[in-house]
């Protein structure tokens, strides 16, 4: 465990907390996107199939519960809470995100490190995750303003993938045989993603102004 | 402890 790679775990942690006091504490989902809310729990069912297998660490292990649990709980929210479901933007949420699922997986079965069924799903989660945000990065740019607690989600969840990145380049120059290229890739083009979204999240917090996505 | 390569990341 490196710097880099605690602080990236602690803002991803602390974007679904943000998401979660939005929920709780408006009684709202607006802005938010249920299918990549969805894509989510696919992508921490998918990835933590060794949960119960390979034990790895105590952190390890409550993280990955952390996340399968605070991810089934949103999108459980969304969809059933009787308050929260009624605010949910079902009109501005169109992206047509099985394409997601389905080119993610057909692309784990070609790319991947070994052709075994969990490491075909485990690709197929890093896979996933770089394209998740999708749904909800064209929602917001579909509904305009944006409300803080969104803004500051998304902006956690984008730089959560930076600091791995930055994890990777250290373990890379520190550990002999270091290779996670699978990852490394996919999660520059997870990071990329949120490039105009960063840009313009910087701008409305220079100018102290509301953050406005161009339409 | 973590196994070289294994899927030590979350």
């Excluded at chain 1, 607006?30 to 034990?55: C, H, M, N, P, W």
């Excluded at chain 1, 080119?103 to 991947?112: C, K, P, R, T």
């Excluded at chain 1, 069924?117 to 749904?135: G, R």
């Amino acid at each position: 465990m490196n710097i880099f790679r605690f602080a990236g775990d602690m803002t991803h942690l602390i974007s679904i907390v943000v998401l979660l006091l939005k929920i709780y504490a408006t009684k709202s989902c607006s802005g938010i996107s249920l299918k990549t809310q969805e894509l989510y729990v696919i992508v921490f069912l998918a990835r933590y199939l060794d949960l119960f297998t390979d034990f790895i660490s105590v952190y390890n292990t409550v993280m990955k519960l952390v996340f399968i649990g605070s991810s089934l709980a949103i999108v459980w929210c969304m969809r059933m809470h009787r308050a929260v479901k009624r605010t949910y933007d079902k009109e501005l949420d169109t992206f047509r995100h099985y394409f997601l699922v389905l080119g993610s997986f057909v692309l784990a079965l070609l790319l991947h490190e070994k052709f075994t069924f969990q490491e075909i799903f485990w690709a197929f989660s890093i896979y996933l995750e770089a394209v998740a945000i999708l749904p909800q990065l064209v929602m917001l740019q579909r509904s305009g303003n944006v409300d803080n607690l969104t803004g500051q989600y998304v902006f956690f969840l984008g730089a959560y993938r930076a600091f791995y990145i930055l994890n990777w380049i250290y373990r890379f120059f520190t550990e002999p045989h270091f290779s996670r290229w699978i990852a490394c890739l996919s999660g520059l083009v997870q990071t990329a993603f949120y490039a105009d979204f960063f840009y313009y999240y910087f701008i409305s917090w220079k100018n102290n102004a509301k953050l406005q996505l161009p339409a | 402890q973590e196994k070289p390569n294994s899927h030590d990341e979350l």
